[in-house]
């Protein structure tokens, strides 16, 4: 069966800091991977997304970036963090292969930054 | 434009009361939808999905949807409320090809 894992589950940054987020998928191959972010109170925002290794769409602009370095692992990444970056991440895959994409989502990682 | 929309922010219901959670979806073809459930702290949980098919949907948990067509709705049912279902709802859109669309989530008290 396949499993997702994130880590940290929680992280504690200043501003400015740098950022890396780990998202690692199990017992599947080539999956859509996706990052989310969520604010109190609000909804889910997704951030950025990856159809295989190297490709990496950006849905929102911002001082995030991703990167996927292997099949199954999928990396958030900030030079600089800002204090709007605090949150809830949380880390998803699919399989896509001619229908639609059921998404199954990681535990999240809860960042706050000071 | 696609959207979905999640009506209720909160909704309290009493333990043993039934549920309903509304969606309503503004897509050009028949979507594909799903309810996910997220605890505190927790990431989300599939609880189901509709395709294609027999348009009232069973899902884990006791969960049941019904897709309506003519409404753009999906809406979420449970017959008899847990207090452990407390938690945040969310209905999700998508198309083949597309990476799902979410609603803004429905907060769900369950009360003695």
């Known amino acids: 069966s396949q499993t997702i894992h994130q880590w940290p589950a929680t992280l504690v940054q200043p501003v400015g800091s740098p950022l890396s987020l780990e998202c690692t998928v199990e017992g599947t191959s080539n999956p859509n991977l996706y990052w989310y972010r969520q604010a109190a109170g609000r909804g889910l925002q997704l951030l950025f997304y990856s159809v295989g290794i190297g490709q990496i769409s950006s849905e929102v602009p911002q001082n995030l970036s991703a990167s996927r370095p292997q099949d199954r692992q999928f990396i958030l990444s900030s030079k600089k963090l800002l204090l709007s970056d605090s949150g809830f991440y949380l880390c998803?895959?699919?399989?896509?292969?001619?229908?639609?994409?059921?998404?199954?989502f990681g535990p999240g990682t809860r960042l706050l930054v000071l | 434009a696609q959207s979905v929309t999640q009506p209720d922010i909160h909704i309290t219901v009493s333990e043993g009361a039934s549920l309903e959670l509304r969606c309503n979806y503004s897509y050009g073809a028949t979507p594909y939808l799903f309810w996910y459930v997220q605890s505190p702290g927790q990431g989300l949980q599939l609880l189901l999905k509709y395709f294609s098919g027999d348009t009232l949907v069973q899902g884990i948990k006791g969960f049941e949807a019904e897709f309506k067509r003519s409404q753009s709705s999906f809406n979420l049912r449970k017959p008899s409320v847990h207090w452990s279902d407390a938690a945040e709802y969310f209905c999700?859109?998508?198309?083949?090809?597309?990476?799902?669309?979410f609603g803004k989530g429905t907060s769900l008290l369950v009360t003695p």
């Open positions: 999700a859109v998508g198309e083949v090809g597309y990476a799902l669309n």
């Open positions: 998803a895959w699919s399989l896509a292969r001619g229908g639609a994409e059921t998404q199954y």
